[in-house]
């Protein structure tokens, strides 16, 4: 599966943005679909997934109040809400497919979009 991410840009903290990830076809009972980012010099760390089958959601702590994972699967899209931005949450956010079991590491992940840059200025 191709996965392409788009979205991101410039915001103001506080400011809020929409990601979207489109799919080449149909994941959502193959694929948990989820969410990375990563900020310069560090690694990359999980904000959120859309399981399979379910469409239930899970996000990280340190997003979570702030960010919402939805899905229009006629579109084959999954979306992530970015509300409340900091400066902190400044990143490449890259959007996944993983047809592990698991799905909160990078490694679980077998197909990666490109990634699209959110930077949030103080």
């Known amino acids: 599966v191709q996965l392409q991410a788009s979205g991101g840009g410039l915001v103001q903290a506080g400011g809020s943005l929409r990601l979207s990830c489109t799919a080449s076809r149909r994941t959502r009972n193959q694929y948990h679909m989820g969410w990375f980012r990563q900020a310069p010099g560090k690694e990359r760390e999980f904000v959120g997934v859309?399981?399979?089958?379910?469409?239930?959601?899970i996000l990280a702590d340190s997003v979570e109040g702030r960010f919402t994972i939805s899905n229009d699967y006629a579109k084959n899209t999954m979306y992530l809400q970015l509300d409340s931005l900091k400066p902190e949450d400044t990143a490449v956010y890259y959007c996944a497919a993983s047809s592990s079991v698991q799905f909160r590491t990078p490694g679980d992940y077998s197909y990666w979009g490109q990634g699209t840059l959110v930077t949030v200025s103080s």
């Open positions: 859309s399981r399979r089958n379910s469409g239930t959601t």
